[in-house]
């Protein structure tokens, strides 16, 4: 029975059963006090399974918008979610199976999304981080998101998900010392644009707020570094967390504060960046760039 417990897990949640759990249900079973039918749907009504099917839902999400080349936009998440089924998605939806792809701050990432990652990736997934992990299809490589160890255009896409706004902010959380360095995050930006292509970002967004071991900025300052980074958007979009769940925001969510709903942040920003270009001929004419989506401006 212990073997059965164990597919269980793995089949329904995902992961292998702790020691405890292991040890409770084979117990249950061998003294006939619960059936297989009802620890399968005691898993199934848990709310770990609530959450593997939102993620699992997300990445089925992503993976249809790869295929069809396509780029959704107002997506959805319950209101006990956090911003992540809101911002894996969004940067994984718009993934063009390039080869050489880095992720940055992969040590902490949800596992989900880098096996994900891995599977939508014809070649080789690097991964940059302050302290070693050891992830499956994953190159572990340590450094500093502010000086990377990697030569001019290394990489054709980035991904960047809630990682940057820690930058040179006190990480002891994340087995990182202490510091203060304002210019942490400018430096974490040009060092994007100089070793990739395209970089998919997400950042929490709204009032301003200093939690030290991270920062939230309005969208408005976002765009500031970004622009003083020389990074264009080529598409953005805000969300915030309602009543109801996560949905796009009709403006800026100007006023949405970290930690209003639990842990968690109230609102996030997603956006396309790549190096600024020559102008186009349309907009030197003061045509629209057709590839600038923004809706949230």
Known sequence: MRDYVRAAYRVVLRREPDPDALAWATSEFESGRMSRATFVADLVASDEFARVRVVEDALALAARARADDSRPRGLAAPAWSDERLIEIPWV????????????????????AYLEALVAAAPGEVVGVDPI????????????????LPFPD??????????????????????????????????AALRELRRVARRILLTVPTGVEEDHGWFVQLPTSKWRALFAEAALEIVEDEVYELGRDGWAAADGEAADARYGTRGATASAVYCVELRAFEQPRVAAAAGGADPEHRSKSQ
């Open 153 to 186: 255009d290394s990489f054709d896409v980035v991904f960047c998900i809630s990682t940057i706004e820690h930058v040179g902010r006190d990480n002891r959380v994340y087995g990182v010392d202490e510091e203060r360095d304002e210019t942490g995050i400018p």
């Open 132 to 147: 070693e992990a050891s992830v499956d299809g994953v190159r572990s490589v340590v450094g500093d998101l502010r000086a």
């Open 92 to 111: 994984l939806a718009r993934y063009r199976r390039e080869p050489c792809v880095l992720d940055v701050g992969y040590a902490n990432a949800l596992p």
